[in-house]
């Protein structure tokens, strides 16, 4: 067998071997509120995509809900962040400026940022609108900045000799050369954003997924809490690895083929 | 002419500053203190706060679980990242296992530690491993796959044995890792822990920001997140840079 | 950037008089002489060559004409593009000593992305294009990556893009300098037979003086610390030149000697 079959024989040889230990205790403590077994959580599942849940919301609804919230509250933060982050790079004003409370706000722990959030903002969506921004923006900034700083001068020369205007200087010039540092910004920027519309969902903020889980929570329903969290687990992993990376790959096809690694 | 020997970006830097919280205070004259405490207020509560002995045993309490949690995920987190760099199959067996779990949210484990040990010590800390530990590995992982061709190129040529490369070659090598590892294993587990906390257990700061929360009082819960994250700046600022010069001297004197 | 249109100047495209660039020293704040009263001309149709040693501060030269940067009038001094068209600015084409190439942009859209900014009209852009693609050798790469090219098809391309506009000048900084020896040789043969095809007004900026006497049709010498030229002569040989024409061989070797000569003086006079 070749070096790449047995990797992949390996990895899905993987899925089975977890599977078959988490049957296997299941089985063993036998208890489906402590850990209901992988049989039972298929179950779950299924029965939560095909039946309404509590308040005769599907499953659908929920997850709507939760990718609206997080693709637009997404959306805001990278177009924040990126215009920070250019101006940043471009002003030093700005950049010495922003330096001073960037540090501040990467500390600021999640938790405490969607509480303020959603305690000054409501429990609604203006409040995940907030705390997404709070938390995700200053990443995406630094992010951006440090691409922005990283800009080829002399290509920047060369297109002021051929004279190309502000429009052309952007398109052509400034985004292309940023562009692998908005993509990085891209990727975790959206992992952290789906977390924090959760974790606020969680803490009241009505509908969507870490509503359900908050549901599920406090009703002690193991079985529908670990079914709502793998669902969501595998859509999420369905989006940042598998869209995301093929976005990515169509947007850098002019790079060879051998200096993709680098 | 020779002028002040300021670093750059100071001045714009502490304008900024002095700035925002004059914005900060005024903003808060507008509101009653619970909803929008001004700095002023605020130093006044932290003190208050501070100057009941009780409040320290709740930083405490949080501090031993980080400590806890950090050493469990150094642990495992390296571990795990050394055998995968230098075992491929073990490897392929982890990587999307590790890619998986980058991928869960702090609160799903929060709940399920809940749901399994019920509030006991052992909630927050699961919390913490489950998530910190795969950026540990991460870490270590690429780090051991760098060093790992040098490394069987002079086992082969020195015949050494593979436990007495791993010990005298790979770990010395691995330090730098490890040590970035461990960075980003403070800087991440003391926001989680603070997730489990809130959750999992009855005491500690996460459980006083979630008491204040449900009260309704910003001002407790700035009180005690801001005291706490300045707390855990200066910690990860003295230990670390403190630490780094200790450990990597041999660097520097090379350097210079 | 300084321009004129075209009234009164006969055949002369950039008109350089006394040129004198000044730049503060970062250390002590004293302003130092870069260029000490330049004077040059390039007739339109010629191609004219700068040749001195590195660092002589022949790309500032460049860079002034191409308008990257300034020099301030009050230092002494004047310079003029001046354009065919009555109503266009002049058109300034430009090679460095890197391609400068948008390695994103297809080799098309990096010659477009000079069209266009340039406001050439649309219509004109694909036959602009394959014409000079072919011109450089280049055919059938058009929608080639640049970093699929070696180096020296890069330069190529970023010839083709400073032709394609068709500039009033063209400004060439060392453009075969980071080249291997083989190619660069192949890139000067090339670059002859260009200009007997589309006869451009070239500004040529070398310290390689056989390439010089190879290439142009008269040759500014320069100085260093500052800059000043102290010999202009004329390169009386018709193309297509061979570099073992012994017309070209024994002018190399005369200049060589005649450099040397002023650079050991200078180096005596600052002891």
Known sequence: MSEKATAVSIRIGSIFVLIGVWYLFAKLMADVEVLPGPLAIAHAIWGVLVEPGPEGKSAYFHVGITLGRTFITFGVAMVLGIAIGLTMGLRKVIEYSMMSLIPLALTMPTILMVFLAVMWFGFNEIGSLVAVVGVVTPYVAVNIFQGAQAMDKSVIDMARVFRADKKMLIRKVYIPQLLPYIFSAFRFAFGMTWKIVALAETFGIKYGIGYMFFFWFEQFNMELVLAWIIMFVILMLILEHGVFARLEHAAFKWRPANKLQT | ?256 | ?271
């Open chain 3, 1 to 271: 950037m300084p321009t004129d249109k075209n009234n009164g100047h006969g055949n002369t495209v950039v008109d350089v008089k006394n040129l004198t660039k000044k730049f503060p020293d970062p250390m002590t704040g004293e302003e130092f002489v870069v260029l000490d009263a330049i004077s040059l001309s390039v007739e339109k149709g010629k191609f004219a060559s700068i040749v001195g040693p590195s660092g002589c501060g022949k790309s500032t030269l460049l860079n002034i004409i191409a308008g990257i940067e300034t020099h301030d009038p009050s230092d002494g001094g004047t310079l003029d593009v001046y354009s065919d068209s009555e109503v266009a600015e002049p058109r300034v084409g430009y090679v460095f000593q890197n391609a400068r190439l948008l390695n994103w942009l297809t080799v098309e859209d990096n010659m477009i992305f000079a069209l266009e900014s340039q406001g050439i009209s649309k219509d004109l852009w694909r036959e602009r294009v394959d014409k000079y693609l072919e011109m450089v050798g280049l055919e059938g790469q058009q929608k080639n990556y640049p970093l699929n090219l070696s180096g020296g098809m890069q330069q190529r391309v970023a010839i083709a893009r400073a032709l394609a506009i068709e500039p009033d000048i063209l400004l060439m900084d060392e453009p075969f300098s980071h080249l291997d020896e083989i190619t660069a040789r192949k890139m000067r043969f090339d670059l002859m037979e260009i200009l007997m095809r589309a006869n451009p007004t070239i500004l040529f900026i070398t310290h390689d003086l056989g390439e010089a006497v190879f290439l142009a049709d008269n040759i500014y010498m320069m100085s260093t610390k500052p800059a000043r030229i102290f010999k202009q002569i004329e390169v009386d040989v018709p193309r297509p030149r061979k570099p073992e024409d012994p017309k070209i061989f024994d002018l190399e070797k005369e200049l060589v000697r005649e450099f040397f000569s002023v650079l050991d003086a200078q180096e005596l006079e600052d002891g």
């Open chain 2, 1 to 256: 002419m020779k002028s002040l020997n300021l670093k750059p970006g100071l001045v714009p830097g502490v304008v900024t500053i002095l700035v925002s919280l004059i914005i900060w205070q005024v903003a808060s004259l507008f509101f009653i203190p619970v909803f929008l405490p001004g700095p002023v207020y605020l130093i006044d509560l932290i003190v208050e706060v501070y100057s009941d002995p009780a409040s320290y045993s709740v930083i405490w309490q949080t501090l031993t679980r980080i400590f806890n949690g950090l050493v469990l995920c150094m642990l495992i987190g390296t571990s795990i990242g050394i055998l995968m760099g230098i075992r491929k199959n073990f490897e392929s067996f982890m990587d999307s296992w590790i890619m998986v779990l980058l991928t869960f949210p702090a609160i799903c484990w929060a709940f399920l530690s809940v749901l399994w040990f019920g509030l006991s010590e052992w909630a927050p800390m699961l919390t913490v491993i489950l998530i910190v530990f795969p950026f540990v590995s991460m870490n270590i992982w690429e780090g051991t796959k760098a060093l790992e061709k040098e490394l069987v190129d002079m086992a082969t040529v020195y015949r050494s044995d593979k436990w007495s490369m791993l010990r005298k070659v790979l770990i010395p090598q691995l330090m730098p890792y490890i040590f970035s590892a461990m960075r980003i294993a403070l800087s991440l587990s003391w926001k989680i822990v603070l997730v489990g906390e809130a959750f999992g257990v009855s005491s500690g700061v996460g459980q006083k920001l979630i008491y204040w929360f449900e009260e309704t009082r910003v001002d407790m819960m700035l009180t005690w997140g801001l005291s706490f994250m300045v707390l855990m700046v200066v910690i990860e600022l003295l230990v670390f840079r403190l630490w780094e010069r200790h450990t990597f001297a041999w660097r520097h004197q090379i350097a210079n």
